[in-house]
């Protein structure tokens, strides 16, 4: 796949103006937040003892989407404005190095900036909508959700301290897990948390393996994460980690025998990791993608089936 450029986005015509807007938030990456919201759409169906609201679950997709891509478009923009981006020479397009429309001249920072913020003051407004539906503790996880995405790429916030990996599994994993829930059920049963920490162990590890070709450039803009500061022959053993982590919990939670099938998504797991040992990031960041989307896709897919059955 190229980088973008103007003779591709050339602006001539509305469609190539919204192309240009829509591909300039990568939204390749929707999957890593959409999909774990299916999962926990698929526990609430699970559990849920009346009707189950379709509607309201999907809202929550397009809800954490509008989130995601806002959060993808000014993480762009901070990483401009710090020379990350510009400084990546090892970058591995389109999963790292941003979405380059800023550095190849193909839409101003204020531009970009001003599509980030729009998308998550969209999805804030949805946000305010959903818990009028449902009530003050969905507005609750959504003001922490929406503080995360909008803290996690400025100077100074969690990413460059370090605390990138924590907050995408928290914003992207535990905190759509209990707030689909509650908005399905009423109430967070410990089952979402255990959903969410497993999803979002996952999720984490899309950033983590998307961070090592990044390392060289993110030590030049002076972006401290978890790989810059272990370094790249440490960085698999992070991966690792994550991992086993998500291994552990899927193995703990309380979700029913066909979810457990999730487990399979470990193999692409250890394959990813075995890749990056060998420095070969290509696969291994395709098979980090893989295992996230199987873990999820598993999960959701023996919830239903355990409902069917049961």
């Not at 919204?18 to 526990?43: C, K, N, W």
């Not at 998308?119 to 929406?146: E, Q, R, W």
């Not at 599994?169 to 759509?176: I, K, N, R, T, Y």
């Amino acid at each position: 796949m190229s980088e973008p450029s103007l003779t591709l986005y050339h602006r001539g015509t509305l469609a190539n103006r919204l192309a240009m807007l829509f591909a300039a938030t990568r939204p390749a990456f929707l999957s890593a937040s959409v999909l774990p919201v299916i999962a926990a759409a698929a526990l609430a169906w699970y559990l849920h003892e009346g009707a189950f609201s379709f509607s309201l679950a999907f809202a929550a997709m397009i809800n954490i989407a509008l989130i995601h891509l806002g959060a993808n478009a000014l993480n762009d923009y901070y990483d401009a404005k710090n020379g990350t981006d510009a400084a990546n020479e090892a970058r591995i397009f389109p999963f790292t190095g941003g979405s380059r429309f800023i550095q190849n001249g193909v839409m101003s920072p204020g531009e970009v900036r001003k599509l980030g913020l729009s998308l998550l003051i969209a999805g804030g407004v949805m946000g305010l909508l959903l818990s009028f539906l449902t009530g003050p503790t969905l507005l609750v996880i959504g003001l922490v959700g929406g503080a995360l995405a909008a803290l996690y790429s400025m100077p100074g916030g969690l990413a460059p301290r370090g605390l990138g990996d924590i907050t995408i599994a928290l914003a992207f994993g535990v905190l759509p897990s209990i707030g689909v829930t509650f908005m399905l059920l009423g109430s967070i049963p410990a089952a979402a948390w255990w959903l969410g920490l497993i999803s979002g162990s996952f999720t984490a590890a899309i950033l983590w393996v998307n961070s090592v070709p990044d390392i060289a450039a993110d030590r030049f803009a002076g972006k401290i994460t978890l790989p810059v500061r272990l370094g790249e022959n440490a960085a698999p053993l992070g991966l690792a980690g994550l991992f086993v982590f998500a291994g552990l919990c899927l193995g703990a939670a309380p979700l029913p025998g066909p979810a457990k099938s999730a487990f399979l998504a470990l193999l692409p797991a250890l394959l990813a990791v075995r890749a990056l040992h060998q420095n070969r990031l290509i696969p291994a960041i395709p098979l980090t993608l893989l295992a996230h989307a199987s873990a999820c896709l598993l999960m959701a897919g023996g919830l239903v089936l355990a409902r069917g059955l049961g």
